[in-house]
Nanobody
Framework: VLLEEIGGGLVQAGGSLRLSCVAS????????MGWFRQAPGKQRQFVAA????????YYQDSVKGRFTISRDNVNRTVFLAMNNLRSEDTAVYYC???????????????WGQGTQVTVSS
């Protein structure tokens, strides 16, 4: 699965950005999709995830109420709308796809190349 992120950039604190990630996989609904981020000198951390059904979503506590994850299964795209951005949101954001079989015994993870988000204070 190839994942291509679009939409990073520089924004002032309090501003908004929308990230998109387009997947090459035709069976897009077989995958749970998500976003992770990695700031300089820090480990990659979970940001948000969404199940195939477009309804079940999960967020890191620090982004709840500010970020919204969504997906368009027809166009094989996942989005991350980021509002009220803070300087601590500055990081490289990675799109993530996960496939897990029915009994959970096999898992495959895929990552995009990442897109830089910089929030100036």
């Amino acid at each position: 699965v190839l994942l291509e992120e679009i939409g990073g950039g520089l924004v002032q604190a309090g501003g908004s950005l929308r990230l998109s990630c387009v997947a090459s996989e035709r069976r897009f609904t077989n995958y749970s999709m998500g976003w992770f981020r990695q700031a300089p000198g820090k480990q990659r951390q979970f940001v948000a995830a969404i199940n195939w059904n477009e309804r079940d979503t999960y967020y890191q506590d620090s982004v709840k109420g500010r970020f919204t994850i969504s997906r368009d299964n027809v166009n094989r795209t996942v989005f991350l709308a980021m509002n009220n951005l803070r300087s601590e949101d500055t990081a490289v954001y990675y799109c993530h796809a996960a496939w897990v079989d029915a009994d959970g015994s096999t898992r495959y993870d895929y990552w995009g190349q990442g897109t830089q988000v910089t929030v100036s204070s």
